[in-house]
């Protein structure tokens, strides 16, 4: 069992960057993926990155090229970099994370774990 509790959000004008943090908690077994969500209001959730216990990395192709996902396994902190951000990038950010095999990453229901959301505000 994992416990996720996401930070660094807040806000920040259009071209900036923020750091989001993901710490987890217990034992995340192999294979593992794990990834950040967003969602805005009135809008469905949808996946930005993900990380698998390969190394493997994936995004969406809206934020490709300026965000990086890492993980820390060893501290066990999962890290979005956001970087030239843009007004359409604010949204609540989740943490997820799940063991096992999945079809697909940005799928919501695929994951087992969510943290609380750190909320990210882009001003123009």
């Known amino acids: 069992q994992v416990q996720l509790v996401e930070s660094g959000g807040g806000s920040v004008q259009a071209g900036g960057s923020l750091r989001l943090a993901c710490a987890a908690s217990?034992?995340?077994?192999?294979?593992?993926?794990m990834g950040w969500f967003r969602q805005a209001p009135g809008e469905e959730r949808e996946g930005v990155a993900s990380?698998?216990?390969?190394?493997?990395?994936t995004y969406a192709d809206s934020v490709k090229g300026r965000f990086t996902i890492s993980l820390d396994f060893a501290k066990k902190v999962l890290s979005l970099q956001m970087n030239s951000l843009k007004p359409e990038d604010t949204a609540m950010y989740y943490c997820?994370?799940?063991?096992?095999?999945?079809?697909?990453?940005?799928?919501?229901?695929?994951?087992?774990?969510w943290g609380q959301g750190t909320q990210v505000t882009v001003s123009s």
């Open positions: 997820a994370s799940t063991t096992g095999y999945i079809t697909t990453w940005s799928r919501a229901n695929e994951y087992n774990y």
């Open positions: 990380i698998d216990s390969s190394g493997t990395t």
């Open positions: 217990g034992v995340l077994f192999r294979p593992y993926c």
